[in-house]
């Protein structure tokens, strides 16, 4: 019987892109996996298998060329003699990565890939293909970072598969047998008669804990379990811009599965340090000076902080208290883009609290009406009135 076209079955044109056809692939998988389609499980598990031999064709772009070019003949030595076969199926994790953070589906898919030569759906022996734990951390950072983007280097824990034991946990990795119990299935079924009903139910085996083997001597490198710790040092990139708080995401550097699964993923929250009088929002700064009233009054320079030190603002004659100047360019930088924002300065004016009487002498001559200090003009209107 001639196969039909992979293209068609997945319902995607030859065009379709990587992602178009491993959308396609999930969606199908979801409507027709056996656990949904109960209706007809039989035939729900051969739409499922053949949508799965159109995909592992289709998802790589090497096989993928081949069919295109020579049609099924061209991917037949992929297979084998007996043709497609759960052995042959590489991409369990990309059900995963779409069905791995929802607990119903978890549960419907959770022993696909778990047989060689037989059917994912149950039987055989089960492999974990779960997804491995994410690791969360957070780095804190001077706030110079935020403006000029730096390559930090931390330092994360691993849990890499043990070499001696090729990750079973068990001594040169031959100490194991099948769980007697379950057959190595990973799973128990019982039956329970109730009148003219029975009820099945299916859950982990409690002697192997859903694994279908059982060590009989434990690795002595890593006390059987199969895994040996480690840490890791990774660069990571933070790009100018970045605001406090945000969190970084690096795929496939979590915590190793247990199984045959991917990764998890390490998640760094960036925070930055706090300068004096700065502060931040959004892409501009905001900072304050004081402003000698000397300065104020005749104009002056002054020098403020900013985020990368100081600078020089020119203060106009004539400034007036809580005055807001704006220093383009000195704020923070865009996200992904190639300007920043400003630095907003806030004037506190100095007015000073003594001063001496040939001080006081000089501002009354100078500001206030006539030029001419009060006690003068008190003394010549008492003399006019006198006369």
């Not at 379709?16 to 209706?39: G, T």
């Not at 997804?131 to 951390?137: L, N, T, V």
């Not at 006081?360 to 001559?365: F, M, S």
């Amino acid at each position: 019987m001639a196969k039909r076209d992979y293209y068609e079955v997945l319902g995607v044109p030859r065009t379709a892109s990587a992602d178009e056809v491993k959308q396609a692939y999930r969606r199908l998988a979801r409507q027709y996996h056996p656990d949904v389609a109960k209706e007809n499980p039989k035939v729900a598990e051969e739409k499922f298998k053949e949508l799965s031999e159109a995909y592992e064709v289709l998802a790589n772009p090497e096989s993928r060329h081949r069919y295109d070019l020579g049609g099924p003949s061209a991917v037949e030595s992929d297979f084998g003699p007996g043709g497609f076969g759960w052995q042959n199926f590489t991409h369990v994790s990309d059900l995963e990565d779409l069905l791995g953070s929802n607990p119903i589906f978890q549960q419907l898919f959770g022993n696909l890939g778990g047989s060689f030569g037989g059917s994912p759906f149950g039987g055989g022996r089960r492999v974990s293909s779960s997804r491995g734990s994410d690791i969360e951390m957070s780095l804190r950072l001077p706030l110079l970072a935020a403006v000029t983007g730096t390559k930090p280097t931390v330092e994360i824990p691993r849990e890499d598969p043990c070499g001696p034991c090729r990750g079973t946990g068990a001594k040169d990795g031959t100490a194991i047998e099948v769980c007697s119990e379950c057959g190595g299935s990973g799973q128990v079924r019982r039956v329970q008669n109730r009148g003219y009903t029975q009820l099945i139910t299916v859950g982990q085996c409690p002697r192997c804990r859903g694994t279908g083997r059982r060590i009989l001597e434990r690795c002595p490198v890593c006390d059987g379990t199969g895994r040996i710790r480690s840490s890791e040092k990774i660069e990571l990139t933070v790009p100018p811009g970045m605001e406090d708080g945000a969190v970084l995401r690096v795929p496939g550097h979590g915590l190793a599965a247990s199984g045959r699964g991917s990764p998890g993923d390490l998640y760094v929250q960036v925070v930055f340090d706090p300068l004096p009088h700065i502060r931040r929002e959004g892409e501009d700064a905001y900072t304050e000076t004081k402003v000698p009233l000397g300065v104020a009054l005749l104009g002056g320079e002054v020098t403020v902080q900013t985020i990368e030190g100081h600078a020089v603002l020119k203060v106009p004659a004539g400034t007036q208290p809580e005055t807001q100047f704006r220093l383009r360019g000195n704020g923070f930088p865009r996200f992904r883009g190639s300007t920043r924002g400003d630095l907003i300065v806030t004037a506190h004016v100095e007015v000073p609290r003594s001063l001496s009487g040939h001080e006081k002498d000089l501002l009354r001559e100078a500001l206030l009406p006539g030029g001419r200090p009060i006690g003068a003009r008190r003394d010549s209107i008492f003399r006019r009135r006198s006369s």
